[in-house]
């Protein structure tokens, strides 16, 4: 699949919006503080983050297939969240892609090797996903139900080395 990252229009917002349809994936996705019942045209300001980035991946026609932003996070790290794949296109690499992209573009931007997330810990294909991109548990930084993850620059995909 040819697949870039681009700066997501109001139509791709639309787009994702429609991909979650029930309430406990959208929180899941977004976070528990946002309102499930929302207008596609808010998702942008639903979704700000203070010094956040936004990128959509697209593929060879130009569709948003994916979705995903980071913003400063704790002691220079960068932090990336809100990633999503449309349901059509999952279980194919996307995801991986999406994922290697906004880590690259995420070191580039900000300049910072540490990257971090927040999973839930029963989210078992995301946390298979950034397990095998070198992402570790952080156990004291987690909680009951989300798992905070760090990888760095000089730690190698699948490997874990
Ligand atoms: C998590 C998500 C982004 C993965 O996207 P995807 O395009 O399906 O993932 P890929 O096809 O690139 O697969 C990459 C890896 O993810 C893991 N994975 C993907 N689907 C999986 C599944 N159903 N079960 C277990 N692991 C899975 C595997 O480790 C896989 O690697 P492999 O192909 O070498 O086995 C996608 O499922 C999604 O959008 N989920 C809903 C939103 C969400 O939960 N986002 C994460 C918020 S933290």
Same mark, same amino acid.
């Given at each position: =699949?040819?697949? $870039?990252?681009?700066?997501?229009?109001?139509?791709?917002?639309? $787009?994702?919006? &429609? *991909?979650?349809?029930?309430?406990?994936? /959208?929180?899941? *996705?977004?976070?528990?503080?946002?309102? /499930?019942? %929302?207008?596609?045209? #808010?998702?942008?300001?639903?979704?700000?983050?203070?010094?956040?980035?936004?990128?959509?991946?697209?593929?060879?026609? #130009?569709?948003?297939?994916? %979705?995903?932003? +980071? *913003?400063?996070?704790?002691?220079?790290?960068?932090?990336?969240?809100?990633?999503?794949?449309?349901?059509?296109?999952?279980?194919?690499?996307?995801?991986?892609?999406?994922?290697?992209?906004?880590?690259?573009?995420?070191?580039?931007?900000?300049?910072?090797?540490?990257?971090?997330?927040?999973?839930?810990?029963? !989210?078992?294909?995301?946390?298979?996903?950034? &397990?095998?991109?070198?992402? +570790?548990?952080?156990?004291?930084? &987690?909680?009951?139900?989300?798992?905070? =993850?760090? $990888? $760095?620059? !000089?730690?190698?995909?699948? &490997?874990?080395?």
């Amino acid at each position: =699949m040819k697949i $870039t990252l681009r700066i997501p229009k109001q139509t791709d917002y639309d $787009t994702i919006a &429609s *991909w979650i349809t029930d309430e406990k994936p /959208f929180s899941r *996705w977004a976070g528990p503080s946002l309102p /499930f019942l %929302f207008v596609a045209e #808010n998702l942008p300001e639903l979704l700000a983050v203070e010094g956040c980035s936004n990128y959509c991946l697209s593929d060879i026609d #130009n569709n948003c297939v994916g %979705f995903g932003q +980071f *913003w400063p996070g704790k002691q220079g790290a960068v932090h990336i969240g809100r990633i999503i794949i449309s349901p059509e296109a999952r279980g194919k690499g996307a995801g991986r892609l999406l994922c290697e992209k906004l880590v690259e573009k995420a070191r580039q931007s900000t300049g910072g090797s540490t990257v971090t997330l927040r999973v839930y810990r029963d !989210n078992h294909a995301a946390r298979s996903l950034y &397990s095998s991109l070198g992402f +570790f548990v952080i156990e004291s930084e &987690s909680i009951d139900d989300l798992l905070f =993850m760090s $990888t $760095t620059a !000089n730690r190698s995909r699948k &490997s874990g080395a």
